[in-house]
């Protein structure tokens, strides 16, 4: 009755892109300037299309971007989704992934809503550095303080996520330490993926699980936490129980045979892999008059089709048939 795919993994885990939009540049993300950007489905579509999934056995949504705080009707969005209930009958596991910008303010009434979960994405923990990165003036106050009204809220762990690039960022790996053992955030860092705009990756500019554990010892000692196989992220404390660190790495460990996810990108094309170089319409679907019914026989289909994994750095790397910001992170 669970979604599965061809290769067994169950899915369980849905992200859905609600606008393709952004107010930050991340130079490893976004060109200098905004490019096409994809149609927005009206809120409605995005709740039909999760009520589907969650029928068929998707326990957590995660709404990302582009930049969702930007997306009006965010907070009702996050209230009808609290209604669901999972096939055990269990509240949905609703997390967002935010730039952090515009979370001071709305932090308290997405907590009410009842989100259980924010992921701040932070790449510096210094103002200059922050507005390098970002390419936009003042970000780094508005985030921090993003941050702290998401603790107030109760949204607590507040997770960051950091993207480290060699010779533009890689120095903060102790700061970003220091920054986790006095804030109380968990901050996980994420191997950079061949997935930008500017398509300047390269195997060089990827600072590793290995390295990033090696830089940080020479900071603090850390020490594994436990790991489940479906996690995707490896745990760390520091040595004295202060502070917790993670680290995504898609590129040097990658965890593709656990992989749980599918996504939604916010036009209504169903995505199996970050990697996938066609999708599938289930907007066009919907737009058809489909059922439920047929829209979950569509949906078994899609994910049964689930890629086994990606081929990052392989000779014959085909990228991805969108960039980061118009999936969704
Ligand atoms: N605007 C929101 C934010 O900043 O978190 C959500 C969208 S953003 C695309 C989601 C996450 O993807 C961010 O944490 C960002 O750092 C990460 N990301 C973007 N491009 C990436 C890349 N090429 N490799 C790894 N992570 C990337």
Not at 74 to 96: F, Y
Not at 258 to 267: I, P, Q
Request: aromatic share 6%; glycine share 10%; hydrophobic share 40%.
């Amino acid at each position: 009755m669970f979604l599965h795919d061809k290769h067994g993994r169950r899915i369980s885990d849905l992200r859905i892109s609600i606008t393709d939009r952004c107010n930050y540049r991340c130079v490893y993300c976004r060109s200098g300037s905004d490019g096409p950007q994809f149609p927005e489905m009206p809120i409605a579509d995005y709740l039909r299309m999760a009520k589907v999934f969650v029928e068929l056995g998707i326990t957590k949504v995660r709404l990302t971007g582009g930049e969702p705080l930007l997306r009006k009707g965010l907070v009702e969005m996050v209230r009808d989704l609290a209604q669901m209930r999972t096939l055990e009958g269990a509240p949905l596991d609703i997390a967002i992934t935010t730039n952090g910008h515009l979370l001071a303010d709305m932090a308290q009434p997405l907590a009410d809503a009842g989100l259980s979960r924010v992921t701040v994405s932070m790449d510096a923990v210094d103002p200059e550095r922050f507005a390098r990165i970002t390419r936009v003036a003042n970000g780094y106050e508005k985030v921090l303080a993003g941050i702290r009204a998401a603790q107030l809220a109760g949204l607590d762990p507040v997770k960051i996520n950091c993207v480290l690039l060699r010779g533009f960022n890689d120095d903060q790996i102790a700061a970003f330490g220091r920054f986790a053992r006095a804030e109380g955030v968990v901050v996980r860092f994420i191997e950079f993926m061949p997935l930008e705009e500017d398509r300047v990756w390269s195997p060089e500019i990827v600072i590793t699980l290995d390295e990033i554990l090696r830089r940080m010892a020479e900071f603090m000692s850390l020490r594994e936490i436990g790991h489940t196989g479906s996690e995707t992220a490896r745990r760390y404390v520091f040595e004295d129980g202060i502070g917790e660190i993670g680290i995504i790495a898609p590129v040097s460990h990658p965890f593709c045979g656990h992989c749980s996810r599918v996504r939604v990108t916010s036009d209504g094309k169903i995505r199996t892999c970050l990697f996938s170089v066609r999708e599938h319409d289930l907007a066009a679907l919907m737009e058809a008059g489909a059922s439920d019914d047929q829209l979950a026989d569509f949906l078994r289909g899609v994910v049964d089709q689930k890629e086994g994994r990606h081929h990052i750095g392989e000779p014959g790397f085909i990228p991805a048939s969108r960039t980061m910001v118009h999936i969704g992170g």
